[in-house]
């Protein structure tokens, strides 16, 4: 098993800028990729980004590259979405969560956080 706990999330104005973390504990050997996802209400959850433990290699959602970027510190096993020029379209519920490779489907990814809120006001 592998725990994920979000945090950073909160209020900010169009335009700016906020910082998620995601640390992980308990098997994080099994887990390769780490990624971040986004939820409407009503909607599918959404892609955003990934980025591969071992060589830092990064993958992001198009509607996002250039605005947000993914990084990771493995001696403390956590992993950040530093979100820039952020619009009220980004606001939505923020997960991170692990998987054995790269992949853009939710579904490909066995373990999650609890999700943190991102609200962008206009």
């Known amino acids: 098993q592998v725990q994920l706990v979000e945090s950073g999330g909160g209020l900010v104005q169009a335009g700016g800028s906020l910082r998620l973390s995601c640390a992980a504990s308990g098997r994080t050997f099994s887990s390769n990729v780490m990624g971040w996802f986004r939820q409407a209400p009503g909607k599918a959850r959404e892609f955003v980004a990934a980025?591969?433990?071992?060589?830092?290699?990064?993958y992001y959602a198009n509607s996002v590259k250039g605005r947000f970027t993914i990084s990771r510190d493995n001696a403390k096993n956590t992993v950040y979405l530093q979100m820039n020029s952020l619009k009220p379209e980004d606001t939505v519920v923020y997960y991170c969560?692990?998987?054995?490779?790269?992949?853009?489907?939710?579904?490909?990814?066995?373990?999650w956080g609890q999700g943190t809120q991102v609200t962008v006001s206009s």
């Open positions: 969560a692990a998987s054995r490779g790269v992949y853009y489907s939710p579904g490909r990814y066995d373990f």
């Open positions: 980025i591969i433990w071992g060589d830092g290699s990064t």
